[in-house]
C-alpha cells in the first residue's frame, strides 16, 4: 500500500521553527517529486497552497515567495523522507500541512499535478 505520513507538526510561538517530515511507505520516493503544500484554516473551497518543492534527481528546489527564506525542503533518500524545516514562523503560516508526490523527476507547485497525499500535519503559529 501506497502511503505518505506527515509527522511533526504543532504549536510554536511566533518567530520559532518547526520540521515536518514526509515519510513514504510501500514506495521509494527516489523517482518521485514532492511537495508541500498547506491549507489555511477558514478554506475548505480553497485549492491547497504550494509551500515548497523538490525534484526527484536533481534536488531542483522551489519555494513559494511567502516562505522564501524561512522556509528549507530536503530529502533524505536513505530514510526515504522528504523534510520541511520552517524558521521564523508567523501566525498567517497557520494551517494544516500536507505531503505529496508525483512520479516525475521535475517538481511543481500545482497541487492537481499530485498523485499522493498524506493525512496533513496541523501547525499552528500563536502567542
Known amino acids: 500500500q501506497l502511503q505518505l505520513v506527515e509527522s511533526g507538526g504543532g504549536l510554536v510561538q511566533p518567530g520559532g521553527s518547526l520540521r515536518l517530515s514526509c515519510q513514504a511507505s510501500g514506495f521509494t520516493l527516489d523517482y518521485y517529486a514532492v511537495g508541500w503544500f498547506r491549507q489555511a484554516p477558514g478554506t475548505p473551497g480553497k485549492e491547497r497552497e504550494g509551500?515548497?518543492?523538490?525534484?526527484?534527481?536533481?534536488?531542483?528546489?522551489y519555494y513559494a515567495d511567502s516562505v522564501q527564506g524561512r522556509f528549507t525542503i530536503s530529502r533524505d533518500y536513505a530514510k526515504n523522507t522528504v523534510y520541511l524545516q520552517m524558521n521564523s514562523l508567523k501566525p498567517e503560516d497557520t494551517a494544516v500541512y500536507y505531503c505529496a508526490a508525483k512520479f516525475s523527476a521535475r517538481a511543481s507547485t500545482r497541487s492537481s499535478d499530485y498523485d499522493y497525499w498524506g493525512q496533513g500535519t496541523q501547525v499552528t503559529v500563536s502567542s
Open positions: 509551500v515548497a518543492c523538490i525534484g526527484s534527481s536533481s534536488g531542483r528546489t
